[in-house]
């Protein structure tokens, strides 16, 4: 059976897993290329055929040959335009990296307005102020090196938070911090604004150029996102709701809810209009001082929670593929259920951590059980999916 999609599958596959899934159910056969060893997808149903690249991921231009030769192996087969899914930020600029040759085999999830499709955040904030939008956009502002934070807090507080604006090619930002930190920002009260530029500039190497936001609230409920698909002729969207996440600050959520609200989509619409995207995203937002939802943060690619959408009955995976093949898709009904997302090791870390509040865990327990919680990786039906990532994960925790 010929292919209609390809998953790069990478970094932990539970949202290769979650895409395997819904492409499986909306009847979509799909190949894998794999850029990590033993991928949970072999011999996955409706899986055509899977190219490992894992040993290439130490070159970065043989990984770039090898793997524009997968593609285009797969699209022999095929022999008509593919729907390509990366599943993490080190696929996803591998292949706007190579966008060129990667459009000639097929359409992934970008911003076409931008040249590195939205992997790039200073790119997006530079065509945000070109088109002058600012409804629900929170302000931002391009480093061009670690004295510039100086001007950002001037601007924008002491406590601004600061991001690299291309994360490196091997993804690796331990030279933030570690411990799953994604963000430089003030640590405490007592400290100066020469000292964070100092902690900056030694990250610094990480990006060529840092994007410094205001701080907003943050907290428990209060990171909301707009999931959306854009094709040709309509976005189809709906919000989430993160519940807890790690590291607080900067950090990956853990559990996360559907939110029947849709008051932050027009805003999203219209920076998606901009930004001329095609395929799938998720826009995350803040609220300001004054409660009001603030953009900060835009991700063209599947995201770690795709599972909870699919999982409340919003097929926005099929709806993205129809967009990225060019095929007619209907309208996704609005008759999805309430539904909440765990990733059961991320929580384990915040509570070795300490940094799961008692409300947060009492919370996650009551509803980790529940028929309407999917777990992220763990819940997937897919053969011997779990047993895998469980083996992986413990190869990991004894360090083999």
Known sequence: MAPEAVIISSGSEVVSLAVAEATQRAGLPYAVIA???????????????LVDLSGERGDWQR?????????????????RPLAIFPTEDGSLRLINECRDDVLAYGEFSRSRALRMGGVDKAEVVEQVNRAGLS????????????????SAFDALGIDAVIKPALKPLDMD??????????????????EEPRQIVQRLATAWPLSQRWIAQPRLKV?????????????????QACQVQEQAKYPRMGGTAFWVSMDRRRDLIPAATELMQTLDVVGLC???????????????????RPWL?????????FPIVAAAAAALRHVPQGEVRQDWHEA???????????????ELSPLALIGAGCVMFKSSTTLGGYGSRIPRARSRLARRSLRKLLGR
């Open 63 to 79: 990984l770039r040959s090898s793997f524009l030769k997968a593609l285009a192996q797969v699209w022999q087969t095929a022999r």
């Open 135 to 150: 409804r629900g956009i929170a302000r931002s502002l391009v480093l061009e090196q670690p004295e510039d934070a100086l």
């Open 340 to 354: 909440d997302w765990l990733q059961p090791e991320r929580m384990m870390l915040a509570l070795l951590a300490g």
């Open 219 to 235: 907290g428990p409920g209060l990171e909301r996102s707009v999931c959306a698909s854009r094709g040709a002729s309509r976005i």
């Open 305 to 313: 929670q795709l599972g909870l959408v699919e999982h409340a009955g």
């Open 282 to 300: 998720e826009l995350s937002y803040l609220p300001d001082a004054d409660g009001q939802g603030q953009m900060i943060e835009f991700n063209p």
């Open 35 to 49: 850029l990590v060893p033993q991928s949970v997808l072999r011999g996955a149903p409706g899986c055509t055929a």
């Open 173 to 190: 930002l331990s030279g933030m911090g570690g411990h799953g930190i994604k963000v430089i920002t003030r640590q405490d009260a007592s």
